[in-house]
């Protein structure tokens, strides 16, 4: 998600350094041997891997106030922008649901929910917000842009707060309130209720249940709308005439800050990324806050820039990107291989056997394969970014 006009080098590289990530801990040797915060947490709790998805809304908050800010002053139409919107929405859901289905397209069983269809949505609610509050003020520049970060702040903490009380209070059928595990938490249930089992996530899994949940499911995609939205009122700190030391460093006092409170409010809600609680809602986009304070010093600010060509390679086209590294995943684990006389495994398989794991640790040799992954990913992609073509969606 961005634009052109009014974009940060930091938003591209920070969004190639999230896609790498993504790829990284989706594409290990083996599940078998993986570093820990390479892996996401069971249940409660968070690791960095967990942090992965957060930061890549917050990224397209930020992105999408510096867009449609930029638009606005320009003089497009509420109605253009909005269209523009639907239409993007409607790209990702239904690359979303592609993605899912490949290679096979069995209708019967199709996973609904997923990464890109909770983006989708999270955009799309996020964006129509932003456009309906910059309507409702009068465009007198600084009082509008305090009065519409007003406004999406308070929209902000009473969705945080709904979740809370939906998770904690609502008396789910046949389990009752305050059910926070993977077979009784009230967006289990809606999503079973909605989707049915089959068009779930396979891998969400309750011992003794089968398919109980959906990472991705439809209640928490609100909690994930918040992160997005903490990322939009970044981005209208970011257009504030403020130098650039004093906005780093809001960004970074924010970001410690989120990540306290969601801390110390875990006592009560525990940090849970599966159904992304508000309390890590708050957490994590007061991480990904740390991380694009960071990467906006370094390069927006201080100019330091040779080394980041490979993550703006996958930044400046997130989403190709991202559907090639889901279409490499299923491949691999598709392509039969034989290893000498014995029965064929994956191409996956073979190459984590025969290239990585003949010489390394499995625990090293899995890493070095996903690393190698991601290097294919860089590879495919660069040439897009050599002659500056931006593949949007």
């Given amino acids: 998600m961005h634009d052109e006009n009014s974009r940060l080098i930091s938003l591209d590289a920070l969004r190639g350094a999230i896609v790498a990530g993504m790829i990284l801990v989706t594409d290990p040797g083996t599940y078998s041997a993986v570093y820990w915060p390479l892996l996401h947490a069971r249940w409660d709790g968070v690791t960095p891997t967990d942090m992965i998805f957060p930061a890549f809304l917050v990224i397209v908050g930020v992105a999408t106030t510096l867009s449609f800010a930029s638009r606005l002053e320009r003089g497009a139409s509420q109605k253009r922008l909005m269209i523009h919107v639907l239409r993007r929405s409607g790209i990702l859901l239904l690359l979303g649901l592609l993605m899912n289905g490949f290679p096979d397209y069995d209708w019967h069983t199709i996973r609904i929910p997923g990464v890109l269809q909770r983006i989708a949505l999270c955009y799309l609610a996020g964006s129509l917000l932003y456009l309906i509050v910059s ?15 007003s406004m999406i702040g308070a929209v902000l903490l009473a969705i945080l707060a709904l979740y809370w009380a939906l998770l904690k209070l609502y008396p789910v059928p046949g389990f009752g309130p305050g059910r926070l595990d993977s077979l009784g938490n009230l967006g289990a249930y809606i999503d079973r209720s909605v989707f049915g089992v089959r068009h779930m996530w396979a891998w969400g899994l309750t011992p003794g249940y089968g398919v109980t949940f959906d990472p991705e499911g439809l209640l928490s995609t609100l909690p994930a709308l918040a992160t997005l939205l903490i990322g939009v009122l970044a981005g209208e700190w970011i257009r504030t005439s403020y130098s650039p030391r004093r906005k780093v460093a809001v960004l970074v006092f924010s970001g410690i800050g989120l990540a306290v409170a969601g801390l110390m409010l875990s006592r009560w809600l525990p940090l849970n990324k599966k159904i992304w609680t508000s309390t890590f809602a708050i957490f994590s986009a007061g991480v990904a ?21 490979p993550t703006l390679v996958l930044g400046t086209n997130a989403i190709f990107a991202f559907v090639v590294s889901g279409i490499i995943t299923t491949l691999t684990d598709r392509i039969p291989m034989t290893i000498g006389h014995a029965a064929s495994v994956s191409l996956h398989q073979w190459a984590y056997q025969e290239v990585f794991a003949t010489w390394l ?28 073509i931006f593949l949007r969606v």
């Fill in 289 to 309: 806050l740390l991380a694009f304070s960071l990467f906006h010093w370094i390069l927006d600010v201080r100019h330091w820039r040779a080394w980041a060509a």
């Fill in 361 to 388: 640790k499995p625990v090293h040799a899995s890493l070095a394969y996903a690393i190698a992954i991601v290097i294919l990913n860089i590879v495919i992609v660069y040439p897009l970014y050599s002659k500056r």
């Fill in 135 to 149: 309507n409702i003020f009068d465009n007198k520049e600084g009082v509008q842009a305090v009065r519409r970060s």
